[in-house]
């Protein structure tokens, strides 16, 4: 079964403070992702990678960077955060598996971020 | 680019309704087609896919069908449950060589039924 986990759960920033969001897969899969969820948006990608030290901007990269040191962690990070990136922000890992030619992905629980 | 249209922000029925949830797609290419759901608290999870014209995928009792003709992906279930009162999200999904797996959400829909 499929292991995404989050961290933090929920957090409460101020504006103009540095914020990481952490991920952690246990599938071994080499491509991680970073969505932020917003009511009438549904999920956006923010960042992704296709394996350790590598990122890449995804449609609403502005504002975020990516970290991936490892296969398993992938962070997101916040340099300077604004009341308009508090949501809902799920990390996902994904891989071709095989013969497959798509990539399923699986998700983590979610953080729900607050920017005052 | 590429992109997902669901029509619905929410759906309200009664037990044993028939659903219908649309989705239609813009893509360029052959893109695999994918149900997501997600229960409050929680991530969305992978409920089937489709990654051929007419073939039908399902799951749980929700199908359906790959149709690149009228670029649709209509979700249905023929008889709801109060479990099945959930945010559902359609997706479309690159190919292999093709910006690597990488996933387009459509809006979601909502899904709330009464018991």
């Known amino acids: 079964e499929a292991a995404v986990t989050q961290s933090p759960r929920n957090k409460v920033a101020v504006t103009g403070g540095k914020v990481t969001l952490s991920c952690n897969q246990t599938?071994?899969?080499?491509?991680m992702y970073w969505y932020r969820q917003d009511t009438g948006h549904g999920l956006r990608l923010i960042h992704y990678s296709y394996g350790a030290g590598s990122t890449e901007k995804g449609d609403i990269p502005d504002g975020y960077k990516a970290s991936r040191p490892s296969q398993e962690n992938f962070s997101l990070i916040l340099e300077l955060a604004t009341p308009s990136q508090t949501s809902v922000y799920f990390c996902?890992?994904?891989?071709?598996?095989?013969?497959?030619?798509?990539?399923?992905?699986?998700f983590g629980p979610g953080t729900r971020l607050t920017v005052l | 680019g590429d992109s997902v249209t669901q029509t619905e922000g929410q759906v309200a029925l009664s037990e044993e309704d028939f659903l219908t949830i649309h989705c239609n797609y813009s893509?360029?290419?052959?893109?695999?087609l994918f149900w997501y759901v997600q229960y409050p608290g929680e991530g969305p999870q992978f409920l089937f896919r489709?990654?051929?014209?007419?073939e039908k995928g399902s799951s749980r009792g929700f199908e359906a069908t790959y149709d690149k003709g009228t670029t649709s992906f209509h979700l249905r279930k023929a008889s709801v449950q109060e479990s099945d009162s959930a945010v559902y999200y359609c997706a479309l999904g690159g190919r292999r060589g093709s910006a690597l797996g990488r996933l387009h959400f459509g809006a979601g829909t909502q899904l709330i039924v009464i018991p």
């Open positions: 996902a890992s994904g891989d071709w598996g095989g013969a497959l030619n798509y990539a399923e992905q699986f």
């Open positions: 893509a360029s290419g052959y893109p695999a």
């Open positions: 489709a990654s051929r014209d007419k």
């Open positions: 599938n071994n899969h080499n491509n």
